[in-house]
């Protein structure tokens, strides 16, 4: 299996904590369709004929992106082969999908919809500089719901300066309300360059204190849990069956083409990028070769994110025996600090080592080829 990614960089307006490639020219998008179109063609054999089983659509905002302008994509997606049950995955903003949206939507191949609410509360929306308020985010989940879209994900964030953990526990009340089956919850992040970071520097806001996020992400692990959700990636909770297999495929390794200006592609052996400009098509692709301490330490990253963990047998069969003993030893101090558990031929993450999963990567990655 393999997978298909389509970054689409319009925006209406930039949240105020993003940084991934994006624009607001958006009378540029029918150009910028047919560029992606014409990247389809050319690199149609970039996944060596492997069947799609995963599509996603991300952003930016894909929801921009008119019901003509999937439908060419869809044309030109013909080149490739597909499996019978694949997921198609649309990204949206909840003032986007009005009923008639929806119902061209319903007309096209997507199966799931991951609607970008990251609160239900309107003063942390407009800190954020989002379009919707938290009405309207309650009003797109059922419109979704009630146009026979049952798979449906919610991104929620916390950590945010205005927030406060009583905030934080009733968005994900409202949530559990709504009756989705998927969550994804991110901390704030805060990036060089954008307009978050600087307001930070300029003291007009302050980073929540580390233990009032802690707080907050242990009463989410809590809460979904209690509720029957399954914590099967750092940052992503899902009922049985509804685990995004997209974002599970890039942990898992799974080869995937990127399309679109600033998209990554894996093709297992290398990682190739377009450039970050709308006239991408232009210019040529980069490429890295993955060196053996590349692959081991995406290895490591992307499995110990998974609730699963890191297989110890996958790993002796990708590199080696010696690999797996000089892991081990690396990790006997944060097994013997209850933060790592080596059970079932399987080292992963305790609750308490999801706290600080980043230091605990930083202990396990290889510095050089050879050298652990």
Same mark, same amino acid.
């Given at each position: 299996?393999?997978?298909?990614?389509?970054?689409?960089?319009?925006?209406?307006?930039?949240?105020?904590?993003?940084?991934?490639?994006?624009?607001?020219?958006?009378?540029?998008?029918?150009?910028?369709?047919?560029?992606?179109?014409?990247?389809?063609?050319?690199?149609?054999?970039?996944?060596?004929?492997?069947?799609?089983?995963?599509?996603?659509?991300?952003?930016?905002?894909?929801?921009?992106?008119?019901?003509?302008?999937?439908?060419?994509?869809?044309?030109?997606?013909?080149?490739?082969?597909?499996?019978?049950?694949?997921?198609?995955?649309?990204?949206?903003?909840?003032?986007?999908?009005?009923?008639?949206?929806?119902?061209?939507?319903?007309?096209?191949?997507?199966?799931?919809?991951?609607?970008?609410?990251?609160?239900?509360?309107?003063?942390?929306?407009?800190?954020?500089?989002?379009?919707?308020?938290?009405?309207?985010?309650?009003?797109?989940?059922?419109?979704?719901?009630?146009?026979?879209?049952?798979?449906?994900?919610?991104?929620?964030?916390?950590?945010?300066?205005?927030?406060?953990?009583?905030?934080?526990?009733?968005?994900? #009340?409202?949530?559990?309300?709504?009756?989705?089956?998927?969550? &994804?919850?991110?901390?704030?992040? !805060?990036?060089? +360059? =954008? @307009?978050?970071?600087?307001?930070?520097?300029?003291?007009?806001?302050?980073?929540?204190?580390?233990?009032?996020?802690?707080?907050?992400?242990?009463?989410?692990?809590?809460?979904?849990?209690?509720?029957?959700?399954?914590?099967? #990636?750092?940052?992503?909770?899902?009922?049985?069956?509804?685990? &995004?297999?997209?974002?599970?495929? !890039?942990?898992? +390794? =799974? @080869?995937?083409?990127?399309?679109?200006?600033?998209?990554?592609?894996?093709?297992?052996?290398?990682?190739?990028?377009?450039?970050?400009?709308?006239?991408?098509?232009?210019?040529?692709?980069?490429?890295?070769?993955?060196?053996?301490?590349?692959?081991?330490?995406?290895?490591?990253?992307?499995?110990?994110?998974?609730?699963?963990?890191?297989?110890?047998?996958?790993?002796?069969?990708?590199?080696?025996?010696?690999?797996?003993?000089?892991?081990?030893?690396?990790?006997?101090?944060?097994?013997?600090?209850?933060?790592?558990?080596?059970?079932?031929?399987?080292?992963?993450?305790?609750?308490?080592?999801?706290?600080?999963?980043?230091?605990?990567?930083?202990?396990?990655?290889?510095?050089?080829?050879?050298?652990?």
């Amino acid at each position: 299996m393999a997978g298909i990614y389509f970054h689409v960089p319009f925006c209406k307006q930039r949240c105020i904590y993003c940084d991934f490639f994006s624009s607001v020219t958006v009378r540029l998008k029918d150009s910028y369709v047919d560029s992606m179109c014409q990247e389809l063609s050319k690199r149609q054999n970039y996944l060596e004929g492997q069947k799609i089983g995963t599509i996603y659509f991300g952003g930016g905002t894909p929801s921009l992106l008119s019901p003509s302008d999937f439908e060419k994509i869809f044309d030109a997606l013909s080149v490739f082969s597909f499996q019978p049950d694949m997921e198609i995955t649309l990204e949206a903003n909840p003032d986007d999908l009005s009923e008639t949206y929806l119902d061209a939507l319903r007309m096209l191949p997507f199966n799931r919809i991951s609607l970008g609410v990251q609160s239900f509360h309107d003063r942390e929306l407009q800190f954020l500089r989002r379009r919707h308020d938290a009405a309207a985010a309650v009003r797109a989940v059922k419109r979704c719901q009630q146009k026979g879209f049952g798979n449906i994900s919610i991104d929620l964030m916390y950590g945010l300066p205005p927030q406060t953990l009583p905030s934080w526990k009733q968005s994900i #009340e409202q949530a559990l309300a709504l009756d989705v089956p998927h969550i &994804s919850a991110y901390h704030l992040t !805060y990036e060089e +360059g =954008t @307009p978050l970071m600087r307001l930070m520097q300029k003291k007009r806001w302050q980073a929540q204190p580390e233990e009032t996020s802690l707080a907050m992400f242990e009463h989410l692990i809590h809460r979904l849990s209690d509720t029957g959700y399954e914590h099967y #990636e750092i940052s992503n909770f899902a009922r049985a069956g509804y685990q &995004s297999r997209h974002n599970s495929a !890039y942990w898992n +390794g =799974t @080869p995937y083409l990127g399309i679109g200006a600033s998209a990554h592609s894996f093709d297992g052996k290398s990682r190739q990028w377009n450039m970050k400009s709308l006239d991408y098509s232009n210019q040529s692709v980069q490429r890295e070769i993955l060196s053996e301490t590349d692959r081991y330490n995406d290895f490591i990253i992307t499995r110990l994110r998974t609730m699963r963990g890191i297989d110890l047998q996958e790993m002796q069969r990708l590199f080696g025996a010696e690999q797996v003993q000089r892991c081990l030893q690396q990790a006997q101090s944060q097994i013997t600090n209850h933060f790592l558990e080596h059970t079932d031929h399987h080292l992963r993450l305790t609750q308490q080592g999801i706290f600080i999963s980043d230091s605990i990567l930083l202990e396990l990655i290889s510095i050089q080829d050879g050298v652990a």
